[in-house]
C-alpha cells in the first residue's frame, strides 16, 4: 500500500501547484517516488525530513513551484542541469511536471547517484545521471537553465554553476536568500524561502 494515497498527495500540493495542469500520471509517480524515497532513506541519508507530508510539501511541492515557473519561461525541449541533484530535488520533479525538459542530475556521491538511477528507472523516466562531479563535464557543455537547491557553500555552487547556463538562460535557485537583481518569488507555505531566478547569470558571478 502507498504510503499516501494520490489523492492527499494531489491536495499537499496544491498551493504549490495552483491552477496548473499536470500530466495524468503525476500523482502516480510522485507516490511511487515517495516510497522509493523512504525506503533508501531509511538505511542512506538521502534528506533529514522522514516524515512523508513534509516530504511532499518541502521537497516536492517547492520543487514543482520552480518547475512551474520554469514552464513560463523555457520552450519544450530545453535543457535542464540540477547541480547537486541529492534525492532529486527539484530536478525530479520538474522532470515530472514538464516531460519534454531533457534533465540531468549531477550528483557526484555515489550511493545517492545509486539512488537517482533507481527512481529514474522506476519512474521510466528519460533523465540523465551524472555520477561525477560538474567540472568534470566536457567545458563547453551548456544548459538552457541550472537548478540549485540545498547545496554546500552555496556561494561557490552558485559561481560553479553560473559556468553551466547557455546564454540567454537560466540560473535558479531555491534557499532562504534573496539573490539581488534577479527574479525572487516567495515559496508557498509555512516555511521561509525563495524561488529565485536569474536570467543569463555570467561566470563572474
Given at each position: 500500500?502507498?504510503?499516501?494515497?494520490?489523492?492527499?498527495?494531489?491536495?499537499?500540493?496544491?498551493?504549490?501547484?495552483?491552477?496548473?495542469?499536470?500530466?495524468?500520471?503525476?500523482?502516480?509517480?510522485?507516490?511511487?517516488?515517495?516510497?522509493?524515497?523512504?525506503?533508501?532513506?531509511?538505511?542512506?541519508?538521502?534528506t533529514a525530513i522522514r516524515e512523508p507530508?513534509?516530504?511532499?510539501r518541502r521537497h516536492f511541492g517547492e520543487?514543482?513551484?520552480?518547475?512551474?515557473?520554469?514552464?513560463?519561461?523555457?520552450?519544450?525541449?530545453?535543457?535542464?542541469?540540477?547541480?547537486?541533484?541529492?534525492?532529486?530535488?527539484?530536478?525530479?520533479?520538474?522532470?515530472?511536471?514538464?516531460?519534454?525538459?531533457?534533465?540531468?542530475?549531477?550528483?557526484?556521491?555515489?550511493?545517492?547517484?545509486?539512488?537517482?538511477?533507481?527512481?529514474?528507472?522506476?519512474?521510466?523516466?528519460?533523465?540523465?545521471?551524472?555520477?561525477?562531479?560538474?567540472?568534470?563535464?566536457?567545458?563547453?557543455?551548456?544548459?538552457?537553465?541550472?537548478?540549485?537547491?540545498?547545496?554546500?557553500?552555496?556561494?561557490?555552487?552558485?559561481?560553479?554553476?553560473?559556468?553551466?547556463?547557455?546564454?540567454?538562460?537560466?540560473?535558479?535557485?531555491?534557499?532562504?536568500?534573496?539573490?539581488?537583481?534577479?527574479?525572487?518569488?516567495?515559496?508557498?507555505?509555512?516555511?521561509?524561502?525563495?524561488?529565485?531566478?536569474?536570467?543569463?547569470?555570467?561566470?563572474?558571478?
Amino acid at each position: 500500500m502507498a504510503t499516501l494515497s494520490e489523492a492527499r498527495i494531489a491536495a499537499l500540493l496544491e498551493p504549490y501547484l495552483g491552477p496548473s495542469a499536470v500530466p495524468t500520471a503525476l500523482y502516480t509517480q510522485l507516490s511511487d517516488y515517495l516510497d522509493l524515497l523512504l525506503k533508501w532513506n531509511a538505511r542512506t541519508n538521502l534528506t533529514a525530513i522522514r516524515e512523508p507530508e513534509m516530504i511532499v510539501r518541502r521537497h516536492f511541492g517547492e520543487s514543482l513551484f520552480a518547475a512551474r515557473h520554469l514552464a513560463e519561461r523555457m520552450a519544450a525541449g530545453s535543457t535542464l542541469l540540477d547541480f547537486g541533484s541529492g534525492a532529486g530535488f527539484p530536478g525530479l520533479p520538474i522532470q515530472l511536471l514538464n516531460p519534454s525538459l531533457q534533465v540531468t542530475l549531477a550528483e557526484s556521491q555515489g550511493k545517492k547517484a545509486s539512488f537517482l538511477r533507481e527512481a529514474v528507472r522506476t519512474l521510466h523516466l528519460p533523465t540523465e545521471i551524472w555520477a561525477r562531479r560538474v567540472d568534470a563535464m566536457e567545458s563547453g557543455r551548456r544548459f538552457s537553465a541550472v537548478t540549485l537547491r540545498a547545496v554546500d557553500n552555496m556561494r561557490q555552487a552558485i559561481a560553479d554553476a553560473s559556468l553551466r547556463v547557455a546564454p540567454g538562460g537560466w540560473l535558479v535557485t531555491l534557499s532562504t536568500e534573496v539573490t539581488p537583481g534577479s527574479d525572487c518569488i516567495p515559496l508557498p507555505g509555512d516555511a521561509p524561502g525563495w524561488l529565485t531566478l536569474v536570467r543569463g547569470c555570467p561566470p563572474t558571478q
